[in-house]
């Protein structure tokens, strides 16, 4: 049985993708992460020596540290981070048990790497519909939290890329994008490393409204509806995302909790 003062591995697995997943803080020294060098989805590094110079950036926040075997690292950087009033826990048997659960873990290799404020950067066509906003809720719901997404005009996506270091997806040509019959979304789930039965369902639902192909999933004709329906209501592409947050979150509960319910009319009742 965990101490008040850490989470299971299943209790934070049904906390990663939603948005009450706590600030994952990987405190792993340097020869255990070189010998295994995956995260935790939303999980950054901090070196535990240095552990109170993330005080000012936690305030209201819940947060979950996370070492090699859940020990003396995780537990002393979390008793420290409480001692400044934050809610702090570590993860009962550190990434291994996570691991020997099954459960995804995301290549750092794949991360691009962050901006000075420690945001990676995102560059994509404006005007998003389906894909442009799946994939900026995938990133911040399992890679990086803060991301900064950036909608230009088609013709510039590469040149900004390029002038701002950021990484462009969903145009042609580049590495995050679409690859036969899968999606850009596809594609990210697949190098991340992020493919989960839930996750797995709600691409086939993106793929389907973002390619027209509504066969593949009965959905699929709803999210595009739905999709098209955001992009009339908001002229601001972040905006527009901000509100695509929430119709991502809910597909992603339907297509991990719910996907095997109905509902019927009328209500059934006992005779």
Known sequence: MPSPSEITVPQLSRLIGTPECPVLIDVCIDEDFEADSNF???????PFTD????????????????????????????????????AAESLEGGILAWREAGLPTVS??????????????????????????????LIR??????????????AQVELVADRFDATP?????????????????D????????STEALDRLATIVRGADTDKHDLAPEAAGL??????????YRD??????AGMSLYDAFYRWARDAHEETHDWPVATKS
């Not at 540290?65 to 934050?86: D, E, F, N, Y």
């Not at 750092?108 to 809720?137: H, L, Y």
């Not at 592409?237 to 901000?242: A, I, K, P, R, V």
């Open 187 to 194: 594609i990210m789930i697949d190098e991340f490393g992020l």
């Open 224 to 233: 595009m509806a739905a999709s098209l329906g955001l992009s009339r209501m």
């Open 51 to 86: 552990i109170a110079a993330l005080v000012p950036s936690l305030p209201s926040k819940r947060v979950v540290l996370v070492c090699h075997k859940g020990l003396k690292l995780s537990q002393g950087a979390a008793a420290i981070l409480r001692t400044h009033g934050i």
């Open 108 to 137: 750092a290799e794949k991360i691009p790497a962050p901006n000075a404020s420690g945001q990676t950067v995102w560059v994509t066509r404006q005007r998003p519909k389906i894909d442009r906003i799946a994939c900026p809720w």
């Open 40 to 46: 935790i989805p939303t999980s950054f590094r901090h």
């Open 141 to 154: 719901r399992f890679v990086d939290p803060g991301a900064q997404f950036l909608f230009v005009a088609p």
């Open 237 to 242: 592409d972040l905006q527009q995302l901000e």
């Open 169 to 185: 997806f969903d145009i042609e040509n580049v590495f995050w994008s679409h690859r036969g019959e899968k999606c850009t979304f």
